[in-house]
């Protein structure tokens, strides 16, 4: 069987170009042949600039020609979610509300560093507006549908990134995480997602959300986030809460997990119902990680649902996103958006003040519980993807989004490095993710457990081939 170039990973990319097989320009022409043959079944994209992606690659090929690579990442093909500044083009945000004319002409710090590296750009994948909500369908660019089914939600709100992704349209992409939006639809995808520790990657603008967001990677496999992070980390005086000087994950990926104890949170202590076929796959990851010399504890946080005061915060956030809007362009919103806005606008800023409070109060609990174990590992999410277009699984009692994802809203409220990582599949054959939550500053540690899943086959799942590709 025939490896094409959009199947290879971001490494196996640049081994290929070591070695002369081909060249940049020979794999961003594959990816955009890709996107142009799975766009009209999942509505991935935003914008698509083959032109500067041909001219990037070029240059690359130059390079590597020459024996002159240029950073981490030469000429391997990236996307970015559509949250994020890339200079030539707007950033439309999934919003009617935001005009594309104007300068365009600044960088995020993460596709800054990206273009430092000699990423090649392919274009721009699609979000919820404002990235507001854990699907990805906007009133702007539509539904984006699932990579294994196109009737199925990719998830959200780096949705266009992971189904991108998962269907060799770029190796890479850059995704930004305020409530799960990296690990979510990793895991509805079947990539996968890491969330770093908040200030590793640095995030300008600033969220509305505040420091619930952090911009992550979203790749094949943990090596390749890994170098990704590495590539994205690090100062940038745009951002007054970032972390300082990059502290390099990939070095130590092949340290493995023997010896680490790992906390097993099958439900947060009977707080989530768990659909059987994904609690299997879960409960095999960690098998495999009890094969590879963990031990393994089925322990709980033994935390509240801390939905409430994630409210709070998103809420509120959304209210003062949409502040300077007048009523006419207010109209404009998804309306899902417009409902959170008009819970935001009635909070208080005591009743801000007291969400702090109990983020700060979690916290700590999350803390003295990786002085017990060094990692703690749950399902990412209790379902499988659901139909597309909709906020909630049909039936569900959950008004919002955020009561399908018990397990990923609460380790935004503590800044903690968490991933998501395929697992397996469910009898409709779409994928299943297992979450890996380190303490604070340990992406390392979460990064070389996801490692140890892909080095052992568990993370192997079945490619995404929609029907009509």
């Not at 001219?55 to 024996?67: F, G, I, V």
């Not at 979000?127 to 539509?142: A, I, L, Q």
């Not at 990579?147 to 990134?161: E, K």
Request: aromatic fraction near 6%; proline fraction near 7%; charge should be negative.
């Amino acid at each position: 069987m025939t490896t094409r170039l959009t199947d290879l990973t971001a490494r196996q990319l640049l081994a290929g170009y070591e070695k002369g097989d081909f060249s940049p320009v020979d794999a961003t022409r594959a990816a955009l042949e890709r996107i142009e043959a799975v766009e009209p079944l999942v509505n991935a994209f935003v914008r698509v600039d083959a032109e500067e992606a041909l001219t990037r690659a070029e240059a690359s090929a130059r390079r590597w020609h020459r024996r002159e690579p240029q950073g981490l990442l030469d000429g391997v093909p990236v996307t970015v979610k559509d949250i994020l500044l890339q200079r030539g083009g707007p950033t439309l945000r999934g919003s009617r509300t935001v005009r594309a004319d104007g300068a365009w002409d600044e960088d995020a710090p993460s596709v800054a560093r990206l273009r430092a590296h000699g990423a090649v750009f392919l274009g721009k994948t699609t979000t919820p507006e404002f990235g507001w909500k854990g699907v990805t369908d906007s009133p702007r660019h539509g539904v984006t549908g699932n990579p294994y089914d196109p009737t199925r939600t990719a998830g959200g709100s780096s949705g266009g990134s992971a189904a991108a992704v998962a269907l060799g349209a770029g190796a890479l992409s850059v995704g930004t995480d305020g409530g799960g939006s990296v690990r979510i639809p990793a895991s509805f995808c079947g990539i996968f997602g890491l969330k770093p520790t908040y200030g590793r990657v640095p995030m300008y603008p600033s969220s509305p959300f505040g420091t619930l967001a952090h911009a992550g990677p979203m790749a094949r496999d943990a090596a390749d986030a890994a170098l990704m992070l590495d590539a994205m980390s690090g100062e940038d005086w745009r951002d007054w809460s970032h972390l300082g000087p990059a502290t390099e994950v990939a070095a130590g990926l092949g340290e493995g997990v023997k010896g680490l104890r790992i906390a097993y949170s099958p439900s947060l202590g009977g707080q989530v119902a768990v659909r059987s076929s994904v609690a299997a796959a879960v409960r095999r990851a960690v098998g495999a990680l009890a094969d590879a010399g963990a031990y393994i504890e089925e322990s709980d946080p033994d935390v509240p649902d801390p939905v409430e005061a994630f409210h709070t915060l998103w809420f509120s956030g959304a209210a003062r996103l949409v502040q300077h809007l007048s009523a006419d362009q207010r109209e404009l919103l998804d309306p899902g958006l417009r409902e959170i806005v008009a819970a935001g606008e009635h909070y208080s800023a005591l009743d801000y003040l007291a969400a702090v409070d109990a983020r700060m109060a979690l916290g700590r609990r999350m803390g003295r519980f990786h002085t017990s174990y060094d990692l703690l590992v749950t399902p990412t999410l209790p379902i499988t993807a659901f139909e597309a277009g909709a906020e909630i699984p049909a039936g569900s009692r959950h008004h919002r989004w955020t009561g399908w994802t018990p397990f990923t809203y609460p380790f935004n409220l503590t800044q903690q490095p968490a991933a998501s990582v395929p697992c397996g599949v469910d009898e409709d054959g779409l994928p299943i993710g297992v979450q890996l939550v380190g303490p604070r500053h340990a992406d390392a540690l979460v990064l070389r457990a996801a490692h140890v899943l892909y080095e052992s086959g568990t993370a192997r799942i079945p490619a995404a081939v929609p029907a009509g590709s």
